[in-house]
């Protein structure tokens, strides 16, 4: 996604994927960035919304995830 991202820097859903890896990986500093790149490229993008909340649930910052969570109807997909 590098690639794609390098010669498509206003690619939101490449920023999207490279997030999503980042996170399966348990980079989620890395993640966040790649995330919040593809939201910034594209607001309403709800699957980075989601991937991003669970990169911020992951690193334990609840306050930031739940309104990310609300904002896409994504509250069923919680499991403690």
């Known amino acids: 996604y590098g690639q794609a991202i390098s010669h498509q ?3 939101a859903l490449a920023y ?13 500093d ?3 960035v790649a995330l919040k790149s593809a939201l910034a490229l594209d ?3 709800a699957e980075a919304k989601d991937v991003l909340a669970e990169v911020l649930i992951n690193s334990e910052r609840y306050d930031e995830a739940f309104p990310l969570m609300r904002s896409i109807g994504a509250w069923g997909k919680l499991q403690f």
Not at 16 to 28: E, Q
């Open 9 to 11: 820097p206003n690619y």
């Open 43 to 45: 607001n309403s993008f």
């Open 30 to 32: 890395e993640a966040e």
């Open 16 to 28: 999207k994927n490279l997030g999503s890896i980042l996170t399966r990986t348990h980079c989620y």
